[in-house]
DNA sequence: GCTATTATAGATATGTAAAGTCTCTAATTG
DNA sequence: CAATTAGAGACTTTACATATCTATAATAGC
């Protein structure tokens, strides 16, 4: 079980939107020229990210994209939601039991994790 | 992102033993059935906690599983462990960087998720 | 309006790991 | 020795992440 590096990339354009670009849009050639990716496959992240109202973009001639308004608020759990989706990490199929006492334990400690990465917001790292 | 199938097997497996067989060897076949797996790939899984100390095998007519004498101690980490591995859930792979902070706000929240599941004894599953 | 620039969308390919099967071997019981 | 059971290895299948390629849409500047 890992995270995907299409979440880390997410996570590290987020940071460096939040660190070094607090107005003027970036197009998806830097961002992916410093993490080492291609361009279109990195513009397929960012655009989870634009549909979830994280980051916007713009088209055209220095055109880009920049942090959404409230970008303050955006945690980790945000950003892997969007490119993870919601569903939980523990899917218990054995015999269709609602009270599986193990799927019980799972979730309480994937709620642990998520109450982290809930508390930790990209801007937090900014301010270093 | 999501926890294996195998995982699921081995712990619905551990937690079978702990409550249904204090003594007697179980086979591979009846535990199969009962979770809907071919044997064959459950005794794959099986062997996993067999090398890890957690159960003991027994070849031969009447042979099967058994828990380990320290079963009592048995955590749901360690189980998850001896499936999955223990490396991290996050690699942090761009430019190298050592001090990372995504990183280490990802090994935080890990850290919180193993905690939980370390405090987790299959055996506290039994009282019930 | 034209051209360059930039994001978006869709189809397709590639790589990798999980999930499962098949067959043979080893150990134990009676 | 025969039946039963676990273990090991090669193999197949399936699913998903990780891209790539090409075409389309939107915008800026001239």
Same mark, same amino acid.
């Given at each position: 079980?890992?995270?995907?590096?299409?979440?880390? &990339?997410?996570?590290?354009?987020?940071?460096? *939107?939040? #660190? !070094?670009?607090?107005?003027?849009? +970036?197009?998806?050639?830097?961002?992916?020229?410093?993490?080492?990716?291609?361009?279109? &496959?990195?513009?397929?992240?960012?655009?989870? *990210?634009? #549909? !979830?109202?994280?980051?916007?973009? +713009?088209?055209?001639?220095?055109?880009?994209?920049?942090?959404?308004?409230?970008?303050?608020?955006?945690?980790?759990?945000?950003?892997?939601?969007?490119? !993870?989706?919601?569903?939980?990490?523990?899917?218990?199929?054995?015999?269709?039991?609602?009270?599986?006492?193990?799927?019980?334990?799972?979730?309480?400690?994937?709620?642990?994790?998520?109450? !982290?990465?809930?508390?930790?917001?990209?801007?937090?790292?900014?301010?270093?």
């Amino acid at each position: 079980m890992k995270y995907s590096k299409a979440t880390n &990339y997410a996570l590290h354009t987020m940071l460096f *939107l939040a #660190k !070094e670009a607090p107005n003027k849009p +970036v197009g998806v050639q830097p961002l992916a020229e410093m993490q080492n990716v291609s361009p279109t &496959y990195l513009s397929k992240i960012l655009t989870k *990210l634009v #549909k !979830e109202g994280m980051i916007n973009s +713009v088209s055209g001639a220095n055109g880009g994209y920049t942090l959404s308004h409230n970008w303050e608020d955006i945690s980790f759990l945000d950003v892997i939601h969007a490119i !993870e989706g919601k569903s939980s990490l523990f899917e218990c199929c054995l015999y269709d039991d609602p009270k599986c006492v193990i799927k019980e334990v799972m979730l309480s400690a994937e709620e642990k994790l998520e109450n !982290e990465l809930r508390n930790s917001k990209i801007s937090n790292l900014v301010k270093k």
